[in-house]
């Protein structure tokens, strides 16, 4: 299955573009959705370059076939379940060349951020975490990135991920926020997935307020369903803002 060049929306930086950021939507959405959000962060963000993609329209087995924006099919949430991998890795193919044409405008993937919302968070991990075992296809290596975040996501692929891993899984840092009502990708299933990061691939967990290390940061926002909002907006922004410092 190919898929074309991915139409995305780029929100330029207010100074010199030292950093990138590569978010990616959710199930329904566009890139658009996330623009305010970076618009937000622009001020104190001054140097990145927003690159905000918009999925393909397919049809979505879990809303009852109904053709949406979509990285991948979606057969039902959960653990354990049958997962569309081959929509999975057409997509990942297809983020690979949105950072492989910020390498190439140079700016280095030690200085590239992949974050994501729900679906997208999902597709974060697989882009950020994987390696050649993911990208047999087409012959990639994977990237050293700065920093994967993770929204209200959850860890696609897990019987996988072990062949899948990149060589810099335990090296790049991770931000995880999770709402502790969310209704639709579950609780759990975020501290299922992190467990299964920190238990079963051996990713450290990082040690809030050190700075950013190497590790997973899970962070739960009590009371919050499957959105975000003020705090881990600001969470993210801390992220990125060290991750990505202004040079």
């Not at 959000?37 to 009852?64: C, G, I, Q, Y």
């Not at 919302?117 to 990208?135: D, E, H, K």
């Not at 920093?147 to 692929?157: F, Q």
């Not at 995880?176 to 501290?191: A, E, F, I, M, S």
């Amino acid at each position: 299955m190919a898929l074309a060049p991915l139409k995305f929306l780029t929100v330029s930086p207010l100074s010199k573009h030292t950093a990138t950021v590569i978010f990616i939507h959710g199930l329904g959405d566009s890139g658009h959705g996330w623009k305010p959000v970076a618009d937000m962060f622009r001020p104190e963000l001054s140097h990145v370059k927003w690159v905000l993609p918009h999925s393909p329209e397919r049809a979505v087995t879990a809303n009852m076939g109904i053709e949406m924006p979509s990285w991948f099919d979606v057969y039902s949430f959960g653990f354990n379940t049958t997962e569309d991998a081959a929509g999975m890795l057409v997509s990942l193919r297809a983020l690979d060349a949105l950072i492989k044409a910020e390498v190439d405008a140079g700016i280095p993937p030690s200085r590239i951020v992949v974050g994501g919302f729900s679906q997208g968070g999902a597709m974060s991990l697989l882009t950020g975490l994987t390696g050649r075992g993911a990208r047999e296809a087409w012959g990639g290596e994977g990237w050293k990135l700065a920093g994967v975040a993770v929204m209200s996501g959850w860890l696609p692929l897990k019987d996988q991920f072990k062949r899948f891993a990149s060589p810099y899984i335990s090296s790049t840092p991770l931000f995880w926020g999770h709402g502790t009502l969310d209704p639709l990708v579950k609780y759990q299933l975020g501290r299922d997935s992190a467990e299964f990061l920190t238990g079963q691939l051996g990713i450290s967990i990082a040690e809030q307020g050190k700075g950013v290390n190497a590790g997973l940061d899970f962070r739960s926002y009590e009371g919050m369903g499957h959105s975000t909002c003020a705090k881990e907006l600001d969470d993210l922004k801390e992220f990125i803002r060290k991750t990505v410092p202004q040079e």
